[in-house]
């Protein structure tokens, strides 16, 4: 790993990791590594930061430079759930319920997306 930041489990085992370098990485629960998200996707991040995995399996990550959130489902290309009125989002945390916690730390405080 490369500056490794957040981390979160992956249901059935294993683990994602975000990177300073601008890559998220999935590891099994050999902690062998399964994918890198930017090679998998062909997406670019710019700073990813928080990071999460819903219930599907399917895994968030916040982009504090781009100020968004995006969806990488098990299959099919990426979905941006969160492109506006973020400044700099951090951690995340996803619910049970379907709610998406974002905390933003230029405005001290934890957003929720439905």
Known sequence: LQGPRYVSPVPGGGFVVTEECGDVKVFMSSCKLLCS?????????GNPAGVCVDADGSILVADEQHRTVHLFP????????VSTGLQRPAGMACSSSGHLFVADTVENCVKVFK
């Open 37 to 45: 998200l930017s090679s998998k996707y062909g997406h670019q991040f």
């Open 74 to 81: 098990k299959h099919g290309a990426p979905i941006c759930l």
